[in-house]
């Protein structure tokens, strides 16, 4: 197979929003074809009506677009390609692979649950199988519905797998599985095969639980006499409680992760390293470097667990490789939804933006913590954090902030060189520590015990706001009998 004509692609189910394993499952499929320049589509399998919800579908997409995965066809819809389905389904009964079963569903569920008392797993008895032609036009006659089922071979199956290797099953594990309804509408795993086969997948490349699927839409594909494509059974991504990561039990969407302050090549990164690893130790790698690296044969079967503390120390380690103008442009929507500030201020003061950003980003971990860390950059009514303020506002430090008040007011170049000379000598003046001016200074002026460098701090907000700032503090240890 030339490598140009490599195809794959994602086919996300809206039930509900991508989750962190669908998203992953598409970067593998996107990096594959990028690496081979082949193909990559993306396909909304929507043939269930009870659990598709077509709100989804746009969602779905906007969090792949934001991920950084962009698409070469599609999206293509199962529920727009239903009359293509039925003359596949025609062939496989025609050709004897298939049957039809007048079965009602009120039968199959009594035998299911006459089974199930026994202790015994259900399946389908083949009874339908069994009638004879006279007996099948006679019910047709009838207009009885019915669904049509394939009938499976005795013997065994195997295939190989990319990723887990040779694997055999017997075909007397698999029950003669419905593949159309009495309504005559085609169930998954014959969609799958068609849409497959028409589209041109050459990979199909999704989650380890398809596997018993996949010995399913064999037997499709040998009834129809169609080339089976290559298949790559990815391992899947487990919660710390080692249940699979699901959108039933709650587990976040991808755009849940943007929204709390991930960036989205940190997310792709990191999904890249769950289940699959370059053989080198490295964790920062580019999209550029992953699309040149990735390889299906080094995807690791067992299934891997979801860190979100390894996640948030990657997205760390993104924040510092961005320039502050970047992440200034990405901090400003943030700052004007908490409420903080408004665009205008924001665009009337860019630069000063920019300067935050670069004295919070080695601290940051998270977009949303240039927020949460440097709210006192945009407005001086904040609270004093409780503990510090009682054990740095005291009478005797209320003395220390009057006199420094009086240092830094006749200060005229207000520079982080000069405001650290004159701390320094009113400590040595006061015959105290450097540290019993910083802490009570630096809580009056942002209200935290924590941050970067004072100085850079004070000279960052500018001489008027600091004396305003400490003046503040002074009147607050007042108010508070200091």
């Known amino acids: ?47 269930d009506e009870n659990r598709s919800d077509a709100n989804l579908v746009q969602p779905i997409l906007e969090a792949l677009k934001w991920l950084g995965i ?12 239903m009359e293509r389905y039925k003359a596949y389904v025609a062939k496989l009964l025609d050709s004897g692979r298939a049957y039809r079963c007048f ?14 008392a026994k202790k015994m797993a259900p399946r389908y008895d083949r009874k339908c199988l069994k009638k004879t032609d006279a007996e099948i036009s006679e019910l047709l006659g009838k207009n009885m519905p019915f669904a049509i089922r394939l009938k499976i071979p005795q013997g065994e199956t195997s295939y190989d797998d990319i990723v887990l290797g040779n694997i055999t099953r017997q075909n007397s594990e698999i029950e003669d599985l419905v593949i159309c309804r009495a309504d005559g509408r085609v169930v998954y795993n014959m969609a799958v095969v068609v849409d497959d086969y028409e589209m041109g997948i050459t990979h199909v490349i999704r989650g380890n639980d398809h596997v ?13 006499g169609i080339e089976l494509p290559q298949f790559a059974h990815l391992p899947l991504i487990l919660r710390s409680d080692r249940k699979k990561v699901s959108k039933r039990l709650g587990d976040k969407d991808v755009s849940e992760y943007g929204k709390e302050g991930i960036l989205p090549e940190a997310l792709f990164n990191f999904l890249c390293l769950l289940g699959w690893s370059p053989k080198d130790n490295r964790e920062f790698l580019s999209k550029e470097e992953l699309i040149r690296v990735f390889k299906l044969e080094n ?21 510092k490789e961005y320039q502050d103008y970047k992440l200034a442009e990405m901090v400003a929507p943030l700052l004007v939804q908490a409420g903080i500030t408004t665009k205008y201020w924001l665009e009337t003061r860019w630069e000063y933006l920019i300067k935050i950003i670069g004295l919070l980003k080695e601290r940051c971990r998270r977009m949303t913590d240039f927020v949460s860390l440097g709210k006192y950059f945009f407005y001086s009514e904040f609270n004093y954090e409780p503990e510090s303020a009682q054990k740095q506002f005291t009478a005797e430090t209320k003395k220390y902030l ?58 960052t907000l500018g001489k008027s706001e600091v004396l305003l700032r400490l003046q503040r503090a002074i009147k607050y240890i007042e108010n508070n009998g200091g």
């Open 70 to 81: 962009d698409w070469d066809e599609g999206p293509y819809y199962q529920s727009e390609r």
């Open 402 to 459: 009057i006199s420094l008040l009086t240092q830094f007011e006749e200060i005229e170049e207000f520079k982080k060189e000069c405001l650290e000379n004159a701390l320094n000598g009113l400590a040595e003046q006061l015959g105290i520590k450097k540290g019993q001016l910083i802490h009570p200074v630096r809580l009056a002026v942002s209200g935290i015990s924590v941050g970067p460098g004072l100085y850079d701090i004070l000279e």
């Open 1 to 47: 197979m030339s490598p140009n004509n490599i195809k794959v692609r994602i086919a996300p189910s809206p039930s509900g929003y991508l989750h962190v394993g669908t998203a992953r499952t598409a970067i593998f499929n996107w990096l594959y074809a990028r690496q081979h320049g082949g193909k990559f589509i993306v396909r909304i399998e929507d043939t």
């Open 103 to 116: 079965c009602t569903p009120e039968e199959l569920e009594r035998e299911r649950a006459e089974a199930m």
């Open 299 to 319: 995807v690791n079967p067992a299934n891997p667990i979801f860190n979100e503390e390894k996640l948030v120390a990657l997205n760390k380690e993104y924040i």
């Open 212 to 224: 018993t699927n996949t010995f399913k839409q064999i037997h499709i594909y040998r009834g129809l």
